[in-house]
C-alpha cells in the first residue's frame, strides 16, 4: 500500500510557471507507475501525464505536451510535474495517483490517489 501527498499548488498569473509534486510513503515506491490527473468543479477528472516505474516512459494529454514535464525521483519518493506555458484552462485540483504495473491513462486503472492541490491561474 502507498499513500500519496500533493503539493506546490498555487495562484500564478498566465504564462507562468509552477512545479507539483507528489510523495508516497510506504514501500517499494519503484515498482508504481504514476499519473497526475486534473479536476474542474463539476467535471470528471482528467488524465494530465504518466510515468512509468522507472521513469524511462512517460504519456501526455495533447493539452499540455511541450508544456508540461513529468518525472521522478525514486531515491526520495517522489514524482514531479513541471508546469510551464500556463493558461487560465489548467485551473483545476491536481492529484496524483499510483499503480503498480505499466501506466495508465485512465481514472480507473489507479488504485491510491492523493487528496489532490489546487492550482489556479489567473489572465
Known amino acids: 500500500q502507498v499513500q500519496l501527498v500533493e503539493s506546490g499548488g498555487g495562484l500564478v498569473q498566465a504564462g507562468g510557471s509552477l512545479s507539483l509534486s507528489c510523495t508516497a510513503s510506504?514501500?517499494?515506491?519503484?515498482?508504481?507507475?504514476v499519473g497526475w490527473f486534473r479536476q474542474i468543479p463539476g467535471l470528471e477528472r482528467g488524465f494530465v501525464a504518466t510515468?512509468?516505474?522507472?521513469?524511462?516512459?512517460?504519456n501526455y494529454a495533447d493539452s499540455v505536451k511541450g508544456r508540461f514535464t513529468i518525472s521522478r525521483d525514486n531515491a526520495r519518493n517522489t514524482v514531479y510535474l513541471q508546469m510551464n506555458g500556463l493558461k487560465p484552462e489548467d485551473t483545476a485540483v491536481y492529484f496524483c495517483?499510483?499503480?503498480?504495473?505499466?501506466?495508465?491513462?485512465?481514472?480507473?486503472?489507479?488504485?491510491?490517489w492523493g487528496r489532490g492541490t489546487q492550482v489556479t491561474v489567473s489572465s
Open positions: 495517483a499510483a499503480r503498480m504495473g505499466p501506466r495508465g491513462t485512465y481514472e480507473y486503472e489507479y488504485r491510491y
Open positions: 510506504g514501500r517499494a515506491f519503484s515498482m508504481y507507475s
Open positions: 510515468i512509468s516505474e522507472s521513469g524511462g516512459f512517460t
